[in-house]
């Protein structure tokens, strides 16, 4: 599978304050990437940062060839207008336009290319599952579920290749979220769409990501197949998550306690980012662990030897 | 409240655009023999001192008056709203300049400000609206730029920016919509505001020429026979409050309104 | 006795009619029972009505909700001040906008310490890290002089429940509190409440549109469909083995601690809107198993074994739990 989208050792910050570092990521075509992390790991800054919305300080964003880093003005509002890749904010109140239709808002992005809508409007939202009478509504008009697919209707109608949506069910009970995740996964099959999700539910993101990448304080820290990482995480990170995951069912391999740290661990400015709050972390941990591994990485400097001590 | 105030201010056009039509006699017409007369039938607000209708006076007045009023609001929207909106865009130094001028322009006293003007353009109505007008200019820079900074942040102009939209597109589309309501207000309470000043102006005889006829001008000379006649200052007094009071009551209303329906948004 | 008892609640808005319809359920001392349902199911606004916080135009309309053995329904304002915060607290899903953000957690807390316990000015500093401790908050003692905004979501939830109980109430409702929540967080606050109950004897009434959070932490699980109880019982029989269609549905979504790739299920269609409440069983439209019968009224009736069920066809249908 050859990457459409290539993340090169980026970093992102504002001013002094870095929020990643060095983070490198490959996306094939026709995947599902699954993004976990938590609030302030910089899941959402990496998504902004292949659009353009974040400063990209270091490394380099590809897609498909196109180096997007160095696109500015002219050059840059020309590559969005192709509608290639497409950002889903996270947030439907905030990033729909409260006076403007469904209708319009959908039609938003070919309006702007210069590009004939036709019935690209009822097209898009008939692929989200809505009904297309609503297109004369506002957005304070329908629910919150419809919203949410209105988000994500606009960015379809563009026919992207590539989707990165931000927390798109983080605001749903559990049958819309299966919804809206079932929709993404639809996308992909019927039309070739890569599909990047970033959320909290290691649960819904089990069902339809390929691979997962997790990120902690700006790093990324493991990624893999989403079942071989889910069930046999290497980083402490990880297998926390996994643990702390609700579950109908109580019981969890390694109980989550088990891998909180009592006390404050080792601070240390360019060390390993979790080793504040790891278990297991050791003097070795003063410095940033590498990403090693190729299908399956992990950032560790105990990878191999922690899951032995709760075991 | 609403429907009074709509019912002032339609009577009030009425009387700016049809005044001298209306007019039951000439308002320029003097007439010694009935020098400061109390209210009769056939001069309901009564005479001033050259025997003129008082009545005709003030109803041939209302187009002056109002139509300085709309073209100070008019300067001040324009050279307001215009440099408002640019100064979200264009970068750090025009911003900075422009906030500088808006407060160079707002410690001005209104009507010494107009009165220095006239000096040097000459004394006429439009001159000194036009000094009124910039000196309102600030206060339309800072409400369109305040509601439009909120905007160029919101998430869906983001969402726009994503798509490649121009920023004329997108002041067009997501930022001139929301910004008009508030600038629409503003306006409204301006003219209020500029009609106090403009019958100030016409009162201290500045910008009309003494016979042409505003309601600051009957106002002045009712003012000069007191003696005579202590409650005839009172009529042209209360059309400016009433005038005034309707367009703030309009304005409060509109705002309070916008409220709500925001409120019922969220 | 129960530390709270509803019975034959009805909520009613305004001019639309009652959104909570024939809602009864208990919690004893030290137990922990979950409401659970979608948006709208009408769980939130059964545990408002327990805080005596509804929202303008809705009102309990009929039935009792009794704490320690005394009525809440229809008590006055200073009835309900000496009620919250002593016997009953609650916290919400969004803790920033319960504290004043220009003082520092610590004051507040001392603040309710010295009113809801009568301790002494002197002594309330000591108190909150102490308790902010028991919260499980480290470095305590550098977080009671520290402001809302400098804390993470997990460390002003533990803040707020510290609040919640230091006038050591009977009862504590938890609203949707660790939704907003990232999941390790989450676990640990759920983890809290656990032990709360365990070592304070504190009975908990949960409120989460997750299923998994609920089997997480709750003795008993009460499932609401627009506006009335489907089903109730034992958590871990309801689970093992759901007797209504819309129980059995909600295990199908809910989160499994399964990593396997698999088909998410969605419950098909939405529910009835409030003005157009069928006559018959309201999940019925929605439901795999219905038949003409479900078009009559359907009463809640017990099961063996401290369950209660509303199905035509509880008796006849063998459903699927997670197990």
Same mark, same amino acid.
């Not at chain 1, 992207?160 to 605001?171: G, M, N, T, Y």
């Not at chain 2, 500045?206 to 000069?224: E, H, M, N, Q, R």
């Not at chain 3, 659970?36 to 939130?44: A, L, P, Q, Y």
């Not at chain 3, 607290?89 to 004043?100: G, T």
């Given at each position: 599978?050859? &990457?459409?989208?290539?993340? *090169? #050792?980026?970093? =992102? $910050?504002? %001013?002094?304050?870095?929020?990643?570092?060095?983070?490198? @990521?490959?996306?094939?075509?026709?995947?599902?990437?699954?993004?976990?992390?938590?609030?302030?790991?910089?899941?959402?800054?990496?998504?902004?940062?292949?659009?353009?919305?974040?400063?990209?300080?270091?490394?380099?964003?590809?897609?498909?060839?196109?180096?997007?880093?160095?696109?500015?003005?002219?050059?840059?509002?020309?590559?969005?207008?192709?509608?290639?890749?497409?950002?889903?904010?996270?947030?439907?109140?905030?990033?729909?336009?409260?006076?403007?239709?469904? &209708?319009?808002?959908?039609? *938003? #992005?070919?309006? =702007? $290319?210069? %590009?004939?809508?036709?019935?690209?409007?009822?097209?898009? @939202?008939?692929?989200?599952?809505?009904?297309?009478?609503?297109?004369?509504?506002?957005?304070?008009?329908?629910?919150?579920?419809?919203?949410?697919?209105?988000?994500?209707?606009?960015?379809?109608?563009?026919?992207?290749?590539?989707?990165?949506?931000?927390?798109?069910?983080?605001?749903?009970?559990?049958?819309?979220?299966?919804?809206?995740?079932?929709?993404?996964?639809?996308?992909?099959?019927?039309?070739?769409?890569?599909?990047?999700?970033?959320?909290?539910?290691?649960?819904?993101?089990?069902?339809?990501?390929?691979? =997962? $990448?997790?990120?902690?304080?700006?790093?990324?820290?493991?990624?893999?197949?989403?079942?071989?990482?889910?069930?046999?995480?290497?980083?402490?990170?990880?297998?926390?998550?996994?643990?702390?995951?609700?579950?109908?069912?109580?019981?969890?391999?390694?109980?989550?306690?088990?891998?909180?740290?009592?006390?404050?661990?080792?601070?240390?400015?360019?060390?390993?980012?979790?080793?504040?709050?790891?278990?297991?972390?050791?003097?070795?941990?003063?410095?940033?662990?590498?990403?090693?591994?190729?299908?399956?990485?992990?950032?560790?400097?105990?990878?191999?030897?922690?899951?032995?001590?709760?075991? | 409240?609403?429907?009074?105030?709509?019912?002032?201010?339609?009577?009030?056009?009425?009387?700016?655009?049809?005044?001298?039509?209306?007019?039951?006699?000439?308002?320029?017409?003097?007439?010694?023999?009935?020098?400061?007369?109390?209210?009769?039938?056939?001069?309901?607000?009564?005479?001033?001192?050259?025997?003129?209708?008082?009545?005709?006076?003030?109803?041939?007045?209302?187009?002056?008056?109002?139509?300085?009023?709309?073209?100070?609001?008019?300067?001040?929207?324009?050279?307001?709203?215009?440099?408002?909106?640019?100064?979200?865009?264009?970068?750090?130094?025009?911003?900075?300049?422009?906030?500088?001028?808006?407060?160079?322009?707002?410690?001005?006293?209104?009507?010494?400000?107009?009165?220095?003007?006239?000096?040097?353009?000459?004394?006429?109505?439009?001159?000194?609206?036009?000094?009124?007008?910039?000196?309102?200019?600030?206060?339309?820079?800072?409400?369109?730029?305040?509601?439009?900074?909120?905007?160029?942040?919101?998430?869906?102009?983001?969402?726009?920016?994503?798509?490649?939209?121009?920023?004329?597109?997108?002041?067009?589309?997501?930022?001139?919509?929301?910004?008009?309501?508030?600038?629409?207000?503003?306006?409204?309470?301006?003219?209020?505001?500029?009609?106090?000043?403009?019958?100030?102006?016409?009162?201290?005889?500045?910008?009309?020429?003494?016979?042409?006829?505003?309601?600051?001008?009957?106002?002045?000379?009712?003012?000069?026979?007191?003696?005579?006649?202590?409650?005839?200052?009172?009529?042209?007094?209360?059309?400016?409050?009433?005038?005034?009071?309707?367009?703030?009551?309009?304005?409060?209303?509109?705002?309070?309104?916008?409220?709500?329906?925001?409120?019922?948004?969220? | 006795?129960?530390?709270?008892?509803?019975?034959?609640?009805?909520?009613?808005?305004?001019?639309?009619?009652?959104?909570?319809?024939?809602?009864?359920?208990?919690?004893?001392?030290?137990?922990?029972?979950?409401?659970?349902?979608?948006?709208?199911?009408?769980?939130?606004?059964?545990?408002?009505?327990?805080?005596?916080?509804?929202?303008?135009?809705?009102?309990?309309?009929?039935?009792?909700?009794?704490?320690?053995?005394?009525?809440?329904?229809?008590?006055?304002?200073?009835?309900?001040?000496?009620?919250?915060?002593?016997?009953?607290?609650?916290?919400?899903?969004?803790?920033?906008?319960?504290?004043?953000?220009?003082?520092?957690?610590?004051?507040?807390?001392?603040?309710?310490?010295?009113?809801?316990?009568?301790?002494?000015?002197?002594?309330?500093?000591?108190?909150?890290?102490?308790?902010?401790?028991?919260?499980?908050?480290?470095?305590?003692?550098?977080?009671?002089?520290?402001?809302?905004?400098?804390?993470?979501?997990?460390?002003?939830?533990?803040?707020?429940?510290?609040?919640?109980?230091?006038?050591?109430?009977?009862?504590?409702?938890?609203?949707?509190?660790?939704?907003?929540?990232?999941?390790?967080?989450?676990?640990?606050?759920?983890?809290?409440?656990?032990?709360?109950?365990?070592?304070?004897?504190?009975?908990?009434?949960?409120?989460?549109?997750?299923?998994?959070?609920?089997?997480?932490?709750?003795?008993?699980?009460?499932?609401?469909?627009?506006?009335?109880?489907?089903?109730?019982?034992?958590?871990?029989?309801?689970?093992?083995?759901?007797?209504?269609?819309?129980?059995?549905?909600?295990?199908?979504?809910?989160?499994?601690?399964?990593?396997?790739?698999?088909?998410?299920?969605?419950?098909?269609?939405?529910p009835p809107e409030l003005g157009a409440l069928p006559a018959g069983c309201r999940f019925a439209e929605r439901c795999a198993h219905a038949t003409d019968?479900?078009?009559?009224?359907?009463?809640?009736?017990?099961?063996?074994?401290?369950?209660?069920?509303?199905?035509?066809?509880?008796?006849?249908?063998?459903?699927?739990?997670?197990?």
């Amino acid at each position: 599978m050859s &990457a459409l989208l290539s993340i *090169e #050792g980026v970093d =992102v $910050a504002y %001013r002094r304050h870095r929020i990643l570092s060095g983070v490198s @990521l490959h996306v094939g075509t026709g995947e599902i990437l699954g993004i976990i992390g938590e609030t302030g790991s910089g899941k959402t800054t990496l998504a902004r940062a292949v659009v353009g919305l974040a400063p990209v300080t270091a490394g380099r964003i590809r897609f498909d060839g196109t180096d997007l880093t160095g696109l500015r003005g002219r050059a840059l509002r020309d590559w969005r207008r192709t509608g290639q890749v497409q950002y889903v904010f996270q947030d439907p109140l905030r990033a729909l336009d409260p006076q403007h239709t469904v &209708a319009t808002i959908v039609a *938003e #992005g070919l309006t =702007v $290319a210069g %590009r004939p809508v036709g019935d690209r409007v009822e097209w898009a @939202l008939s692929q989200v599952g809505l009904d297309p009478a609503l297109a004369t509504r506002t957005p304070g008009r329908i629910s919150g579920g419809q919203r949410q697919r209105v988000l994500l209707a606009r960015a379809i109608a563009m026919r992207p290749r590539l989707l990165l949506c931000d927390e798109p069910v983080s605001a749903l009970d559990a049958s819309n979220r299966n919804h809206v995740l079932r929709l993404l996964a639809d996308l992909r099959t019927a039309a070739g769409v890569t599909v990047v999700v970033i959320s909290h539910d290691l649960s819904s993101l089990a069902g339809i990501a390929d691979r =997962v $990448a997790v990120l902690y304080g700006g790093r990324l820290v493991e990624h893999g197949p989403t079942e071989e990482v889910l069930t046999d995480p290497r980083h402490p990170y990880t297998a926390l998550l996994t643990a702390s995951a609700p579950s109908v069912r109580r019981e969890h391999p390694i109980p989550a306690a088990r891998l909180r740290r009592v006390g404050d661990g080792p601070v240390s400015e360019d060390g390993c980012s979790y080793a504040d709050r790891c278990p297991f972390a050791t003097s070795a941990c003063a410095a940033v662990p590498e990403l090693t591994g190729d299908t399956r990485a992990v950032a560790c400097h105990h990878a191999g030897e922690w899951l032995a001590a709760v075991r | 409240m609403r429907r009074t105030a709509i019912g002032v201010l339609v009577v009030v056009a009425v009387l700016a655009v049809a005044g001298g039509a209306i007019a039951p006699h000439d308002p320029l017409l003097q007439n010694p023999d009935l020098a400061l007369r109390g209210p009769s039938p056939a001069h309901p607000f009564g005479t001033d001192y050259l025997g003129r209708d008082v009545f005709s006076r003030l109803v041939a007045g209302t187009g002056a008056t109002v139509l300085a009023a709309i073209q100070s609001v008019g300067v001040g929207l324009l050279l307001g709203v215009v440099p408002g909106l640019a100064s979200l865009w264009l970068g750090r130094t025009v911003e900075w300049l422009l906030l500088r001028a808006a407060d160079a322009l707002m410690t001005l006293p209104f009507i010494v400000f107009a009165v220095a003007v006239t000096g040097i353009l000459g004394n006429g109505l439009t001159q000194a609206m036009l000094a009124i007008g910039a000196l309102f200019a600030p206060l339309f820079f800072r409400v369109t730029r305040a509601a439009g900074l909120r905007l160029t942040r919101a998430q869906y102009v983001e969402a726009a920016e994503l798509f490649g939209a121009s920023r004329t597109r997108i002041l067009r589309t997501h930022v001139w919509g929301k910004v008009l309501p508030t600038v629409a207000v503003t306006a409204a309470q301006a003219t209020g505001g500029a009609l106090l000043a403009v019958s100030s102006l016409t009162f201290l005889g500045i910008g009309v020429k003494p016979p042409a006829p505003t309601w600051g001008g009957v106002l002045a000379s009712d003012l000069g026979f007191l003696a005579q006649q202590p409650w005839a200052p009172v009529i042209p007094a209360a059309l400016i409050m009433v005038t005034v009071a309707a367009l703030n009551a309009l304005a409060d209303h509109t705002t309070s309104k916008e409220r709500v329906d925001a409120g019922l948004a969220r | 006795m129960p530390v709270l008892r509803v019975d034959d609640l009805d909520v009613s808005v305004a001019g639309r009619g009652a959104a909570v319809r024939d809602v009864s359920f208990t919690v004893h001392k030290g137990e922990s029972v979950g409401l659970v349902g979608e948006s709208g199911s009408g769980k939130t606004l059964t545990c408002r009505a327990v805080l005596g916080v509804l929202p303008p135009g809705v009102a309990v309309t009929a039935g009792t909700i009794e704490l320690d053995g005394a009525p809440l329904t229809g008590l006055d304002r200073r009835g309900w001040d000496r009620v919250r915060g002593n016997r009953l607290a609650a916290v919400f899903q969004d803790p920033a906008s319960y504290l004043n953000p220009s003082l520092t957690v610590g004051r507040q807390l001392a603040e309710q310490l010295r009113l809801k316990r009568g301790l002494p000015r002197r002594q309330t500093r000591a108190a909150a890290v102490e308790l902010l401790a028991a919260m499980g908050i480290r470095r305590a003692e550098r977080v009671v002089d520290q402001y809302p905004h400098e804390l993470s979501g997990g460390m002003l939830q533990r803040t707020l429940i510290a609040i919640a109980v230091a006038g050591e109430p009977d009862l504590l409702v938890a609203d949707e509190a660790t939704t907003a929540l990232d999941a390790a967080v989450q676990a640990e606050v759920l983890e809290l409440l656990r032990r709360l109950r365990e070592e304070r004897g504190l009975a908990l009434l949960l409120v989460s549109h997750d299923l998994a959070v609920v089997a997480e932490v709750c003795d008993r699980v009460v499932v609401f469909y627009a506006g009335e109880i489907v089903e109730q019982g034992p958590t871990a029989e309801v689970i093992a083995n759901p007797r209504h269609p819309y129980t059995e549905a909600l295990l199908r979504v809910a989160s499994l601690g399964d990593w396997r790739r698999r088909s998410l299920e969605v419950i098909p269609g939405r529910p009835p809107e409030l003005g157009a409440l069928p006559a018959g069983c309201r999940f019925a439209e929605r439901c795999a198993h219905a038949t003409d019968a479900c078009a009559s009224p359907v009463a809640l009736t017990t099961l063996d074994g401290d369950r209660q069920v509303r199905c035509h066809r509880a008796a006849d249908l063998a459903l699927v739990g997670a197990r």
